[in-house]
């Protein structure tokens, strides 16, 4: 059932339908939520619009992570396949799907495929692991199946495999992390493969936005761009939200799938923010069984974009996350994510290395400090640029090169950090 087509009144009776469903199988299954429903004296017949479903307390990474086993709502021996969140803050949280969690999944990523316009004559190339718990991958390989497209299975990195897959099999789509698309450029480059001449049209992007906050491509995807002319498609998901957001052809946003999630996107108070704003976003994952969610705050801030598209879907838009809730700066009266700082920083061209600090002044308010190299000469038009971006200007201190490095390398670490928080 693709619902998204449907008139926007419909589609959100359909949706809250699934969402009274959702909440009565929740309470009876999952431990962590009937207590939850008992101490706060809800029950699910309660719930008779979105108003009474708003009352019910936000569950956090905190729940997640310290009561994990409360989520299990089915017997153990149902469970089919284990995995775990990417951990990115924090320790990775344990996740299992049941049958009808894959059939799910593998719907999800079969719409979210067709969304970008692919079919079951094209040919896929997965450049993303099937394995290390990883759900996103499975997801890809299930949805691709369902549809019927062809699938190759190159797995990640080493882009010689890439390219030999891509000459052998003539797949049209990638599915690929943008900056793994440098490396694969630097080596067709390497090696005299014609970019102008490959099979590949288009690119399902994961795990790195490609846009800023005004849906241009950001300095990443203009560099990818530059270089190979493949049309370069945003994705948004997470484990917990077991959904993809995905942009369709119009590239004005990211789709939500409103019968497999409910997106909230709320401002500090708890409020719905109105489109064009942004805020957090909270998930109800729709028809889950194995770990039900219910009002999962996510941490992840993003812009509503409202459910108007020329493709025809009125489903609601979001953006990519333009920030961490717990990453915002109030600066000089402006709320700044670092993504932002760090996207400005990078489309500014002859500046290559910095690190991003935020810290507190004497009076505890925000201040945002970016170290930059000390033989980076072009300071005034860094700062114009910076102003004209960010609508404020945050301070600049020259340090030695090498400085700037150890702090962005820490030892333990795998990715450069480009942003530290220094205010706790
Ligand atoms: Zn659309």
Known sequence: MNISYKELSKINELQFQLIREQLRYIVENSPFYSKLFQKEKLLPNDILNLEDFKKIPMTTKEDLQHQNQDFISVPKAEIIDYVTTSGTLGKPVSFALNEADLQRLAENEKRSFEMVGITRDDVVQLTTTLDRRFMAGMAYFLGLRKLGAGIVRSGSGLPALQWESITRFQPKYLVAVPSFLLKMIAFAKQEGIDLKKTSVKAVICIGEPLRDSNLKLNALGRKINADWDIELFSTYAS???????????????????????????????????????????VVTPLQTRTMPLLRFATGDMVRKLGNNCNCGQNSLKISTPLGRKKQMLKFKGTSVYPQQVIECLNAFGSLNNYIIEALHDELENDKLLIKIPNEFNDLKALKTHLQAHLKVLPELQKIDGKEIDVLKFPKAGRKPVLFRDLRI
């Open 239 to 281: 484990t917990e939200m077991a959904t993809a957001f995905t942009e369709c052809k119009e590239h004005t946003g990211n789709h939500n799938l409103p019968d497999l999630i409910f997106a909230e996107i709320l401002d500090k108070n708890g409020k719905e923010v109105e489109t064009g704003q942004i805020g957090e976003l």
